[in-house]
C-alpha cells in the first residue's frame, strides 16, 4: 500500500495561485508547497499598461517567480500541464513529469476569447502577458517607422490608425494609454502627432456597460477625449472579421470597415482550456463553464481541492474578475488549506471590494473608492499606484508593524476626519494598507493641501 502524500500543489502563478503559496510560507504551513506555471515570471497585469508604456520597470511589472519566492520553502516548477486526474490526485506535465497531491489549487486564471470573430485570432493582437506587451510595443514602432517613410497619403492614415476592440475596462484602458503616448513616440520621431488615429470600438451601447467600473463611465468618458488625441468611439459596432489591414464591423445593420494595420483585442475572456478539460458534470460549473465551488473554494465533488480567480464561481455570489478578488482569495484559501494541516475548521472566504481603479492615460485615472468617493485625474493616478505598488508580492508583509504605526501617524494624526477632501487620502489607508500607500498618502496631503492654500486665497 502506497503511503500516503502530504503535499500542496498550486496550478497557475496569477494572483490566486502565487498569494496562495506566499501566504502558505508566510504562515509556516508545516506541508510542501509546488507552484506550476508555464511562463518564468508572474505579470502584474492591472500595471501591465505602466510596463507598456515605460512608466515602470521590468523588475516591479513582470518579476520572476524565482525572486519572489527566494526563500519561501515554495518549490516552483516552470512546465505546463498536460491534465489533471482528481481521481487518482496527479497533475501530469507536458515534460512528462507528473506530482501527486494531497491538496490541489487551480488558480490558471481565463484566457482571451476571440468570439468566433474571423481573423481575429490570426490578425489582432492581444494584451494579456509581457510577450504580448514587447510584441505590440515592437509592431507599433514599425509601423510609426514605415508613416515616416512612406508618401502615401492612405497608407499612413492606415500606419497611423489604432483600433481597439472591446469598450470594457481593459479596452478603456489601453485606448487612453495609446491615445496619450503614441503622439509622442510619433512626434519624437519627427512625425505630426496630430495624424495618428486611437479608435474604441465597442459592441454595445455604453462603455464599461455591467463591468464593475460601471460608475465611472462618466469620468471615463470625458478622460478619453482629454488625451494627447481625443479617442474616438463607436458604439454598437460588433466585430465581424479582422483582416491584415483593416477591421471589419456591423453597426445598425450595416458593414462598415475600418482600416488600420493594428487592431487590438480586448473583448472577452474565456474559461481555460485545462478547466473545460475537468471531469467535472455540468450541474457543478456555471453559464460560463467555470467551476463551482463551496464557500470555503473547495470543488464541490473534490474538497481537497481549491479554486479561485478567474477559473471559479463561489456558489450563490456574484464577484467581479479582479485582480482585488483573485489575491483575497489566495489568502483565505491558504488559510484554509492550513486549517486542514492542523485538523481545525475551515472559514468562509471573506473578499471586500475596495473599490474600483481605472488608468486613463499617462498619470490620469478614475477611483471609485467604496463607492463613497470619487476622484480623477492626477490624484487619483497616485491612489491607483500606490494601491498596486501596495500589493505587489514582495515581502511587504514583514513591514505589517511599521505600516501601522505609519498609517497611525499619518492619517489619525494628520487628517481631520471632517474634512472631506482629506477623506480621499484616507482612503489609500483602507484600499492598500500599505508602506507605499503612506507614502503615496503624503504626496497627496500636500496636492490638497496646496489647492485648499489656492482656494483661500481666491
Aim: hydrophobic share 40%; aromatic share 6%.
Amino acid at each position: 500500500m502506497n503511503s500516503p502524500v502530504y503535499q500542496t500543489v498550486i496550478v497557475g502563478g496569477g494572483f490566486t495561485g502565487l498569494f496562495t503559496a506566499l501566504h502558505l510560507a508566510h504562515e509556516h504551513y508545516p506541508r510542501s508547497v509546488i507552484l506550476i506555471d508555464q511562463n518564468d515570471r508572474f505579470c502584474f497585469k492591472p500595471l501591465l499598461y505602466e510596463y507598456f508604456d515605460g512608466e515602470m520597470d521590468t523588475f516591479q511589472v513582470v518579476p520572476r517567480f524565482s525572486e519572489l519566492l527566494k526563500g519561501s520553502g515554495v518549490i516552483f516548477v516552470q512546465d505546463t500541464v498536460q491534465s489533471i486526474d482528481l481521481q487518482q490526485r496527479e497533475v501530469k506535465l507536458i515534460s512528462g513529469n507528473s506530482y501527486n497531491y494531497s491538496n490541489l489549487v487551480l488558480a490558471v486564471g481565463s484566457v482571451t476569447s476571440y468570439q468566433h470573430v474571423e481573423g481575429a485570432k490570426e490578425h489582432a493582437l492581444a494584451f494579456w502577458t509581457q510577450q504580448d506587451a514587447i510584441a505590440i510595443d515592437k509592431h507599433l514602432r514599425s509601423c510609426l517607422q514605415k508613416a515616416l517613410q512612406t508618401e502615401d497619403a492612405e497608407q499612413r492614415r492606415q500606419l497611423l490608425t489604432v483600433v481597439v476592440v472591446g469598450g470594457g475596462a481593459s479596452g478603456v484602458e489601453m485606448a487612453a494609454t495609446l491615445a496619450d503616448f503614441l503622439p509622442h513616440w510619433y512626434s519624437a520621431l519627427g512625425g505630426n502627432s496630430n495624424e495618428i488615429r486611437v479608435v474604441l470600438l465597442n459592441h454595445g451601447k455604453e462603455i464599461l456597460n455591467g463591468d464593475i467600473n460601471d460608475p465611472l463611465r462618466p469620468t471615463a468618458e470625458q478622460e478619453l477625449q482629454k488625451r494627447v488625441v481625443p479617442v474616438e468611439i463607436i458604439l454598437e459596432a460588433g466585430a465581424t472579421a479582422v483582416r491584415p489591414n483593416a477591421v471589419e464591423y456591423k453597426r445598425h445593420d450595416r458593414l462598415e470597415t475600418l482600416q488600420t494595420y493594428t487592431t487590438i483585442w480586448t473583448a472577452g475572456t474565456s474559461t481555460h482550456p485545462l478547466i473545460k478539460d475537468l471531469a467535472i458534470p455540468q450541474e457543478h460549473r456555471d453559464k460560463r463553464d467555470r467551476l463551482l465551488v463551496t464557500p470555503t473554494m473547495q470543488l464541490l465533488d473534490f474538497p481537497e481541492v481549491f479554486a479561485g480567480g478567474d477559473c471559479a464561481a463561489v456558489q450563490d455570489s456574484s464577484l467581479p474578475p479582479t485582480a482585488q478578488v483573485a489575491y483575497q482569495q489566495g489568502a483565505d484559501i491558504a488559510k484554509n488549506l492550513k486549517a486542514i494541516a492542523l485538523g481545525e475548521d475551515l472559514q468562509p472566504a471573506q473578499v471586500n471590494i475596495r473599490g474600483t481603479l481605472l488608468k486613463l492615460g499617462l498619470g490620469a485615472a478614475a477611483a471609485n473608492l467604496f463607492n463613497t468617493f470619487e476622484v480623477a485625474g492626477e490624484p487619483a493616478h497616485l491612489i491607483r499606484q500606490g494601491t498596486y505598488l501596495t500589493l505587489l508580492p514582495t515581502p511587504i508583509h514583514d513591514f505589517k508593524a511599521t505600516t501601522e504605526w505609519l498609517d497611525e501617524e499619518i492619517f489619525h494624526n494628520h487628517v481631520a476626519p471632517q474634512d472631506v477632501s482629506k477623506k480621499v487620502v484616507q482612503a489609500v489607508e483602507l484600499v492598500g494598507a500599505g508602506v507605499v500607500s503612506v507614502l503615496v498618502a503624503r504626496r497627496l496631503l500636500k496636492m490638497l493641501g496646496s489647492e485648499d492654500k489656492n482656494q483661500s486665497e481666491t
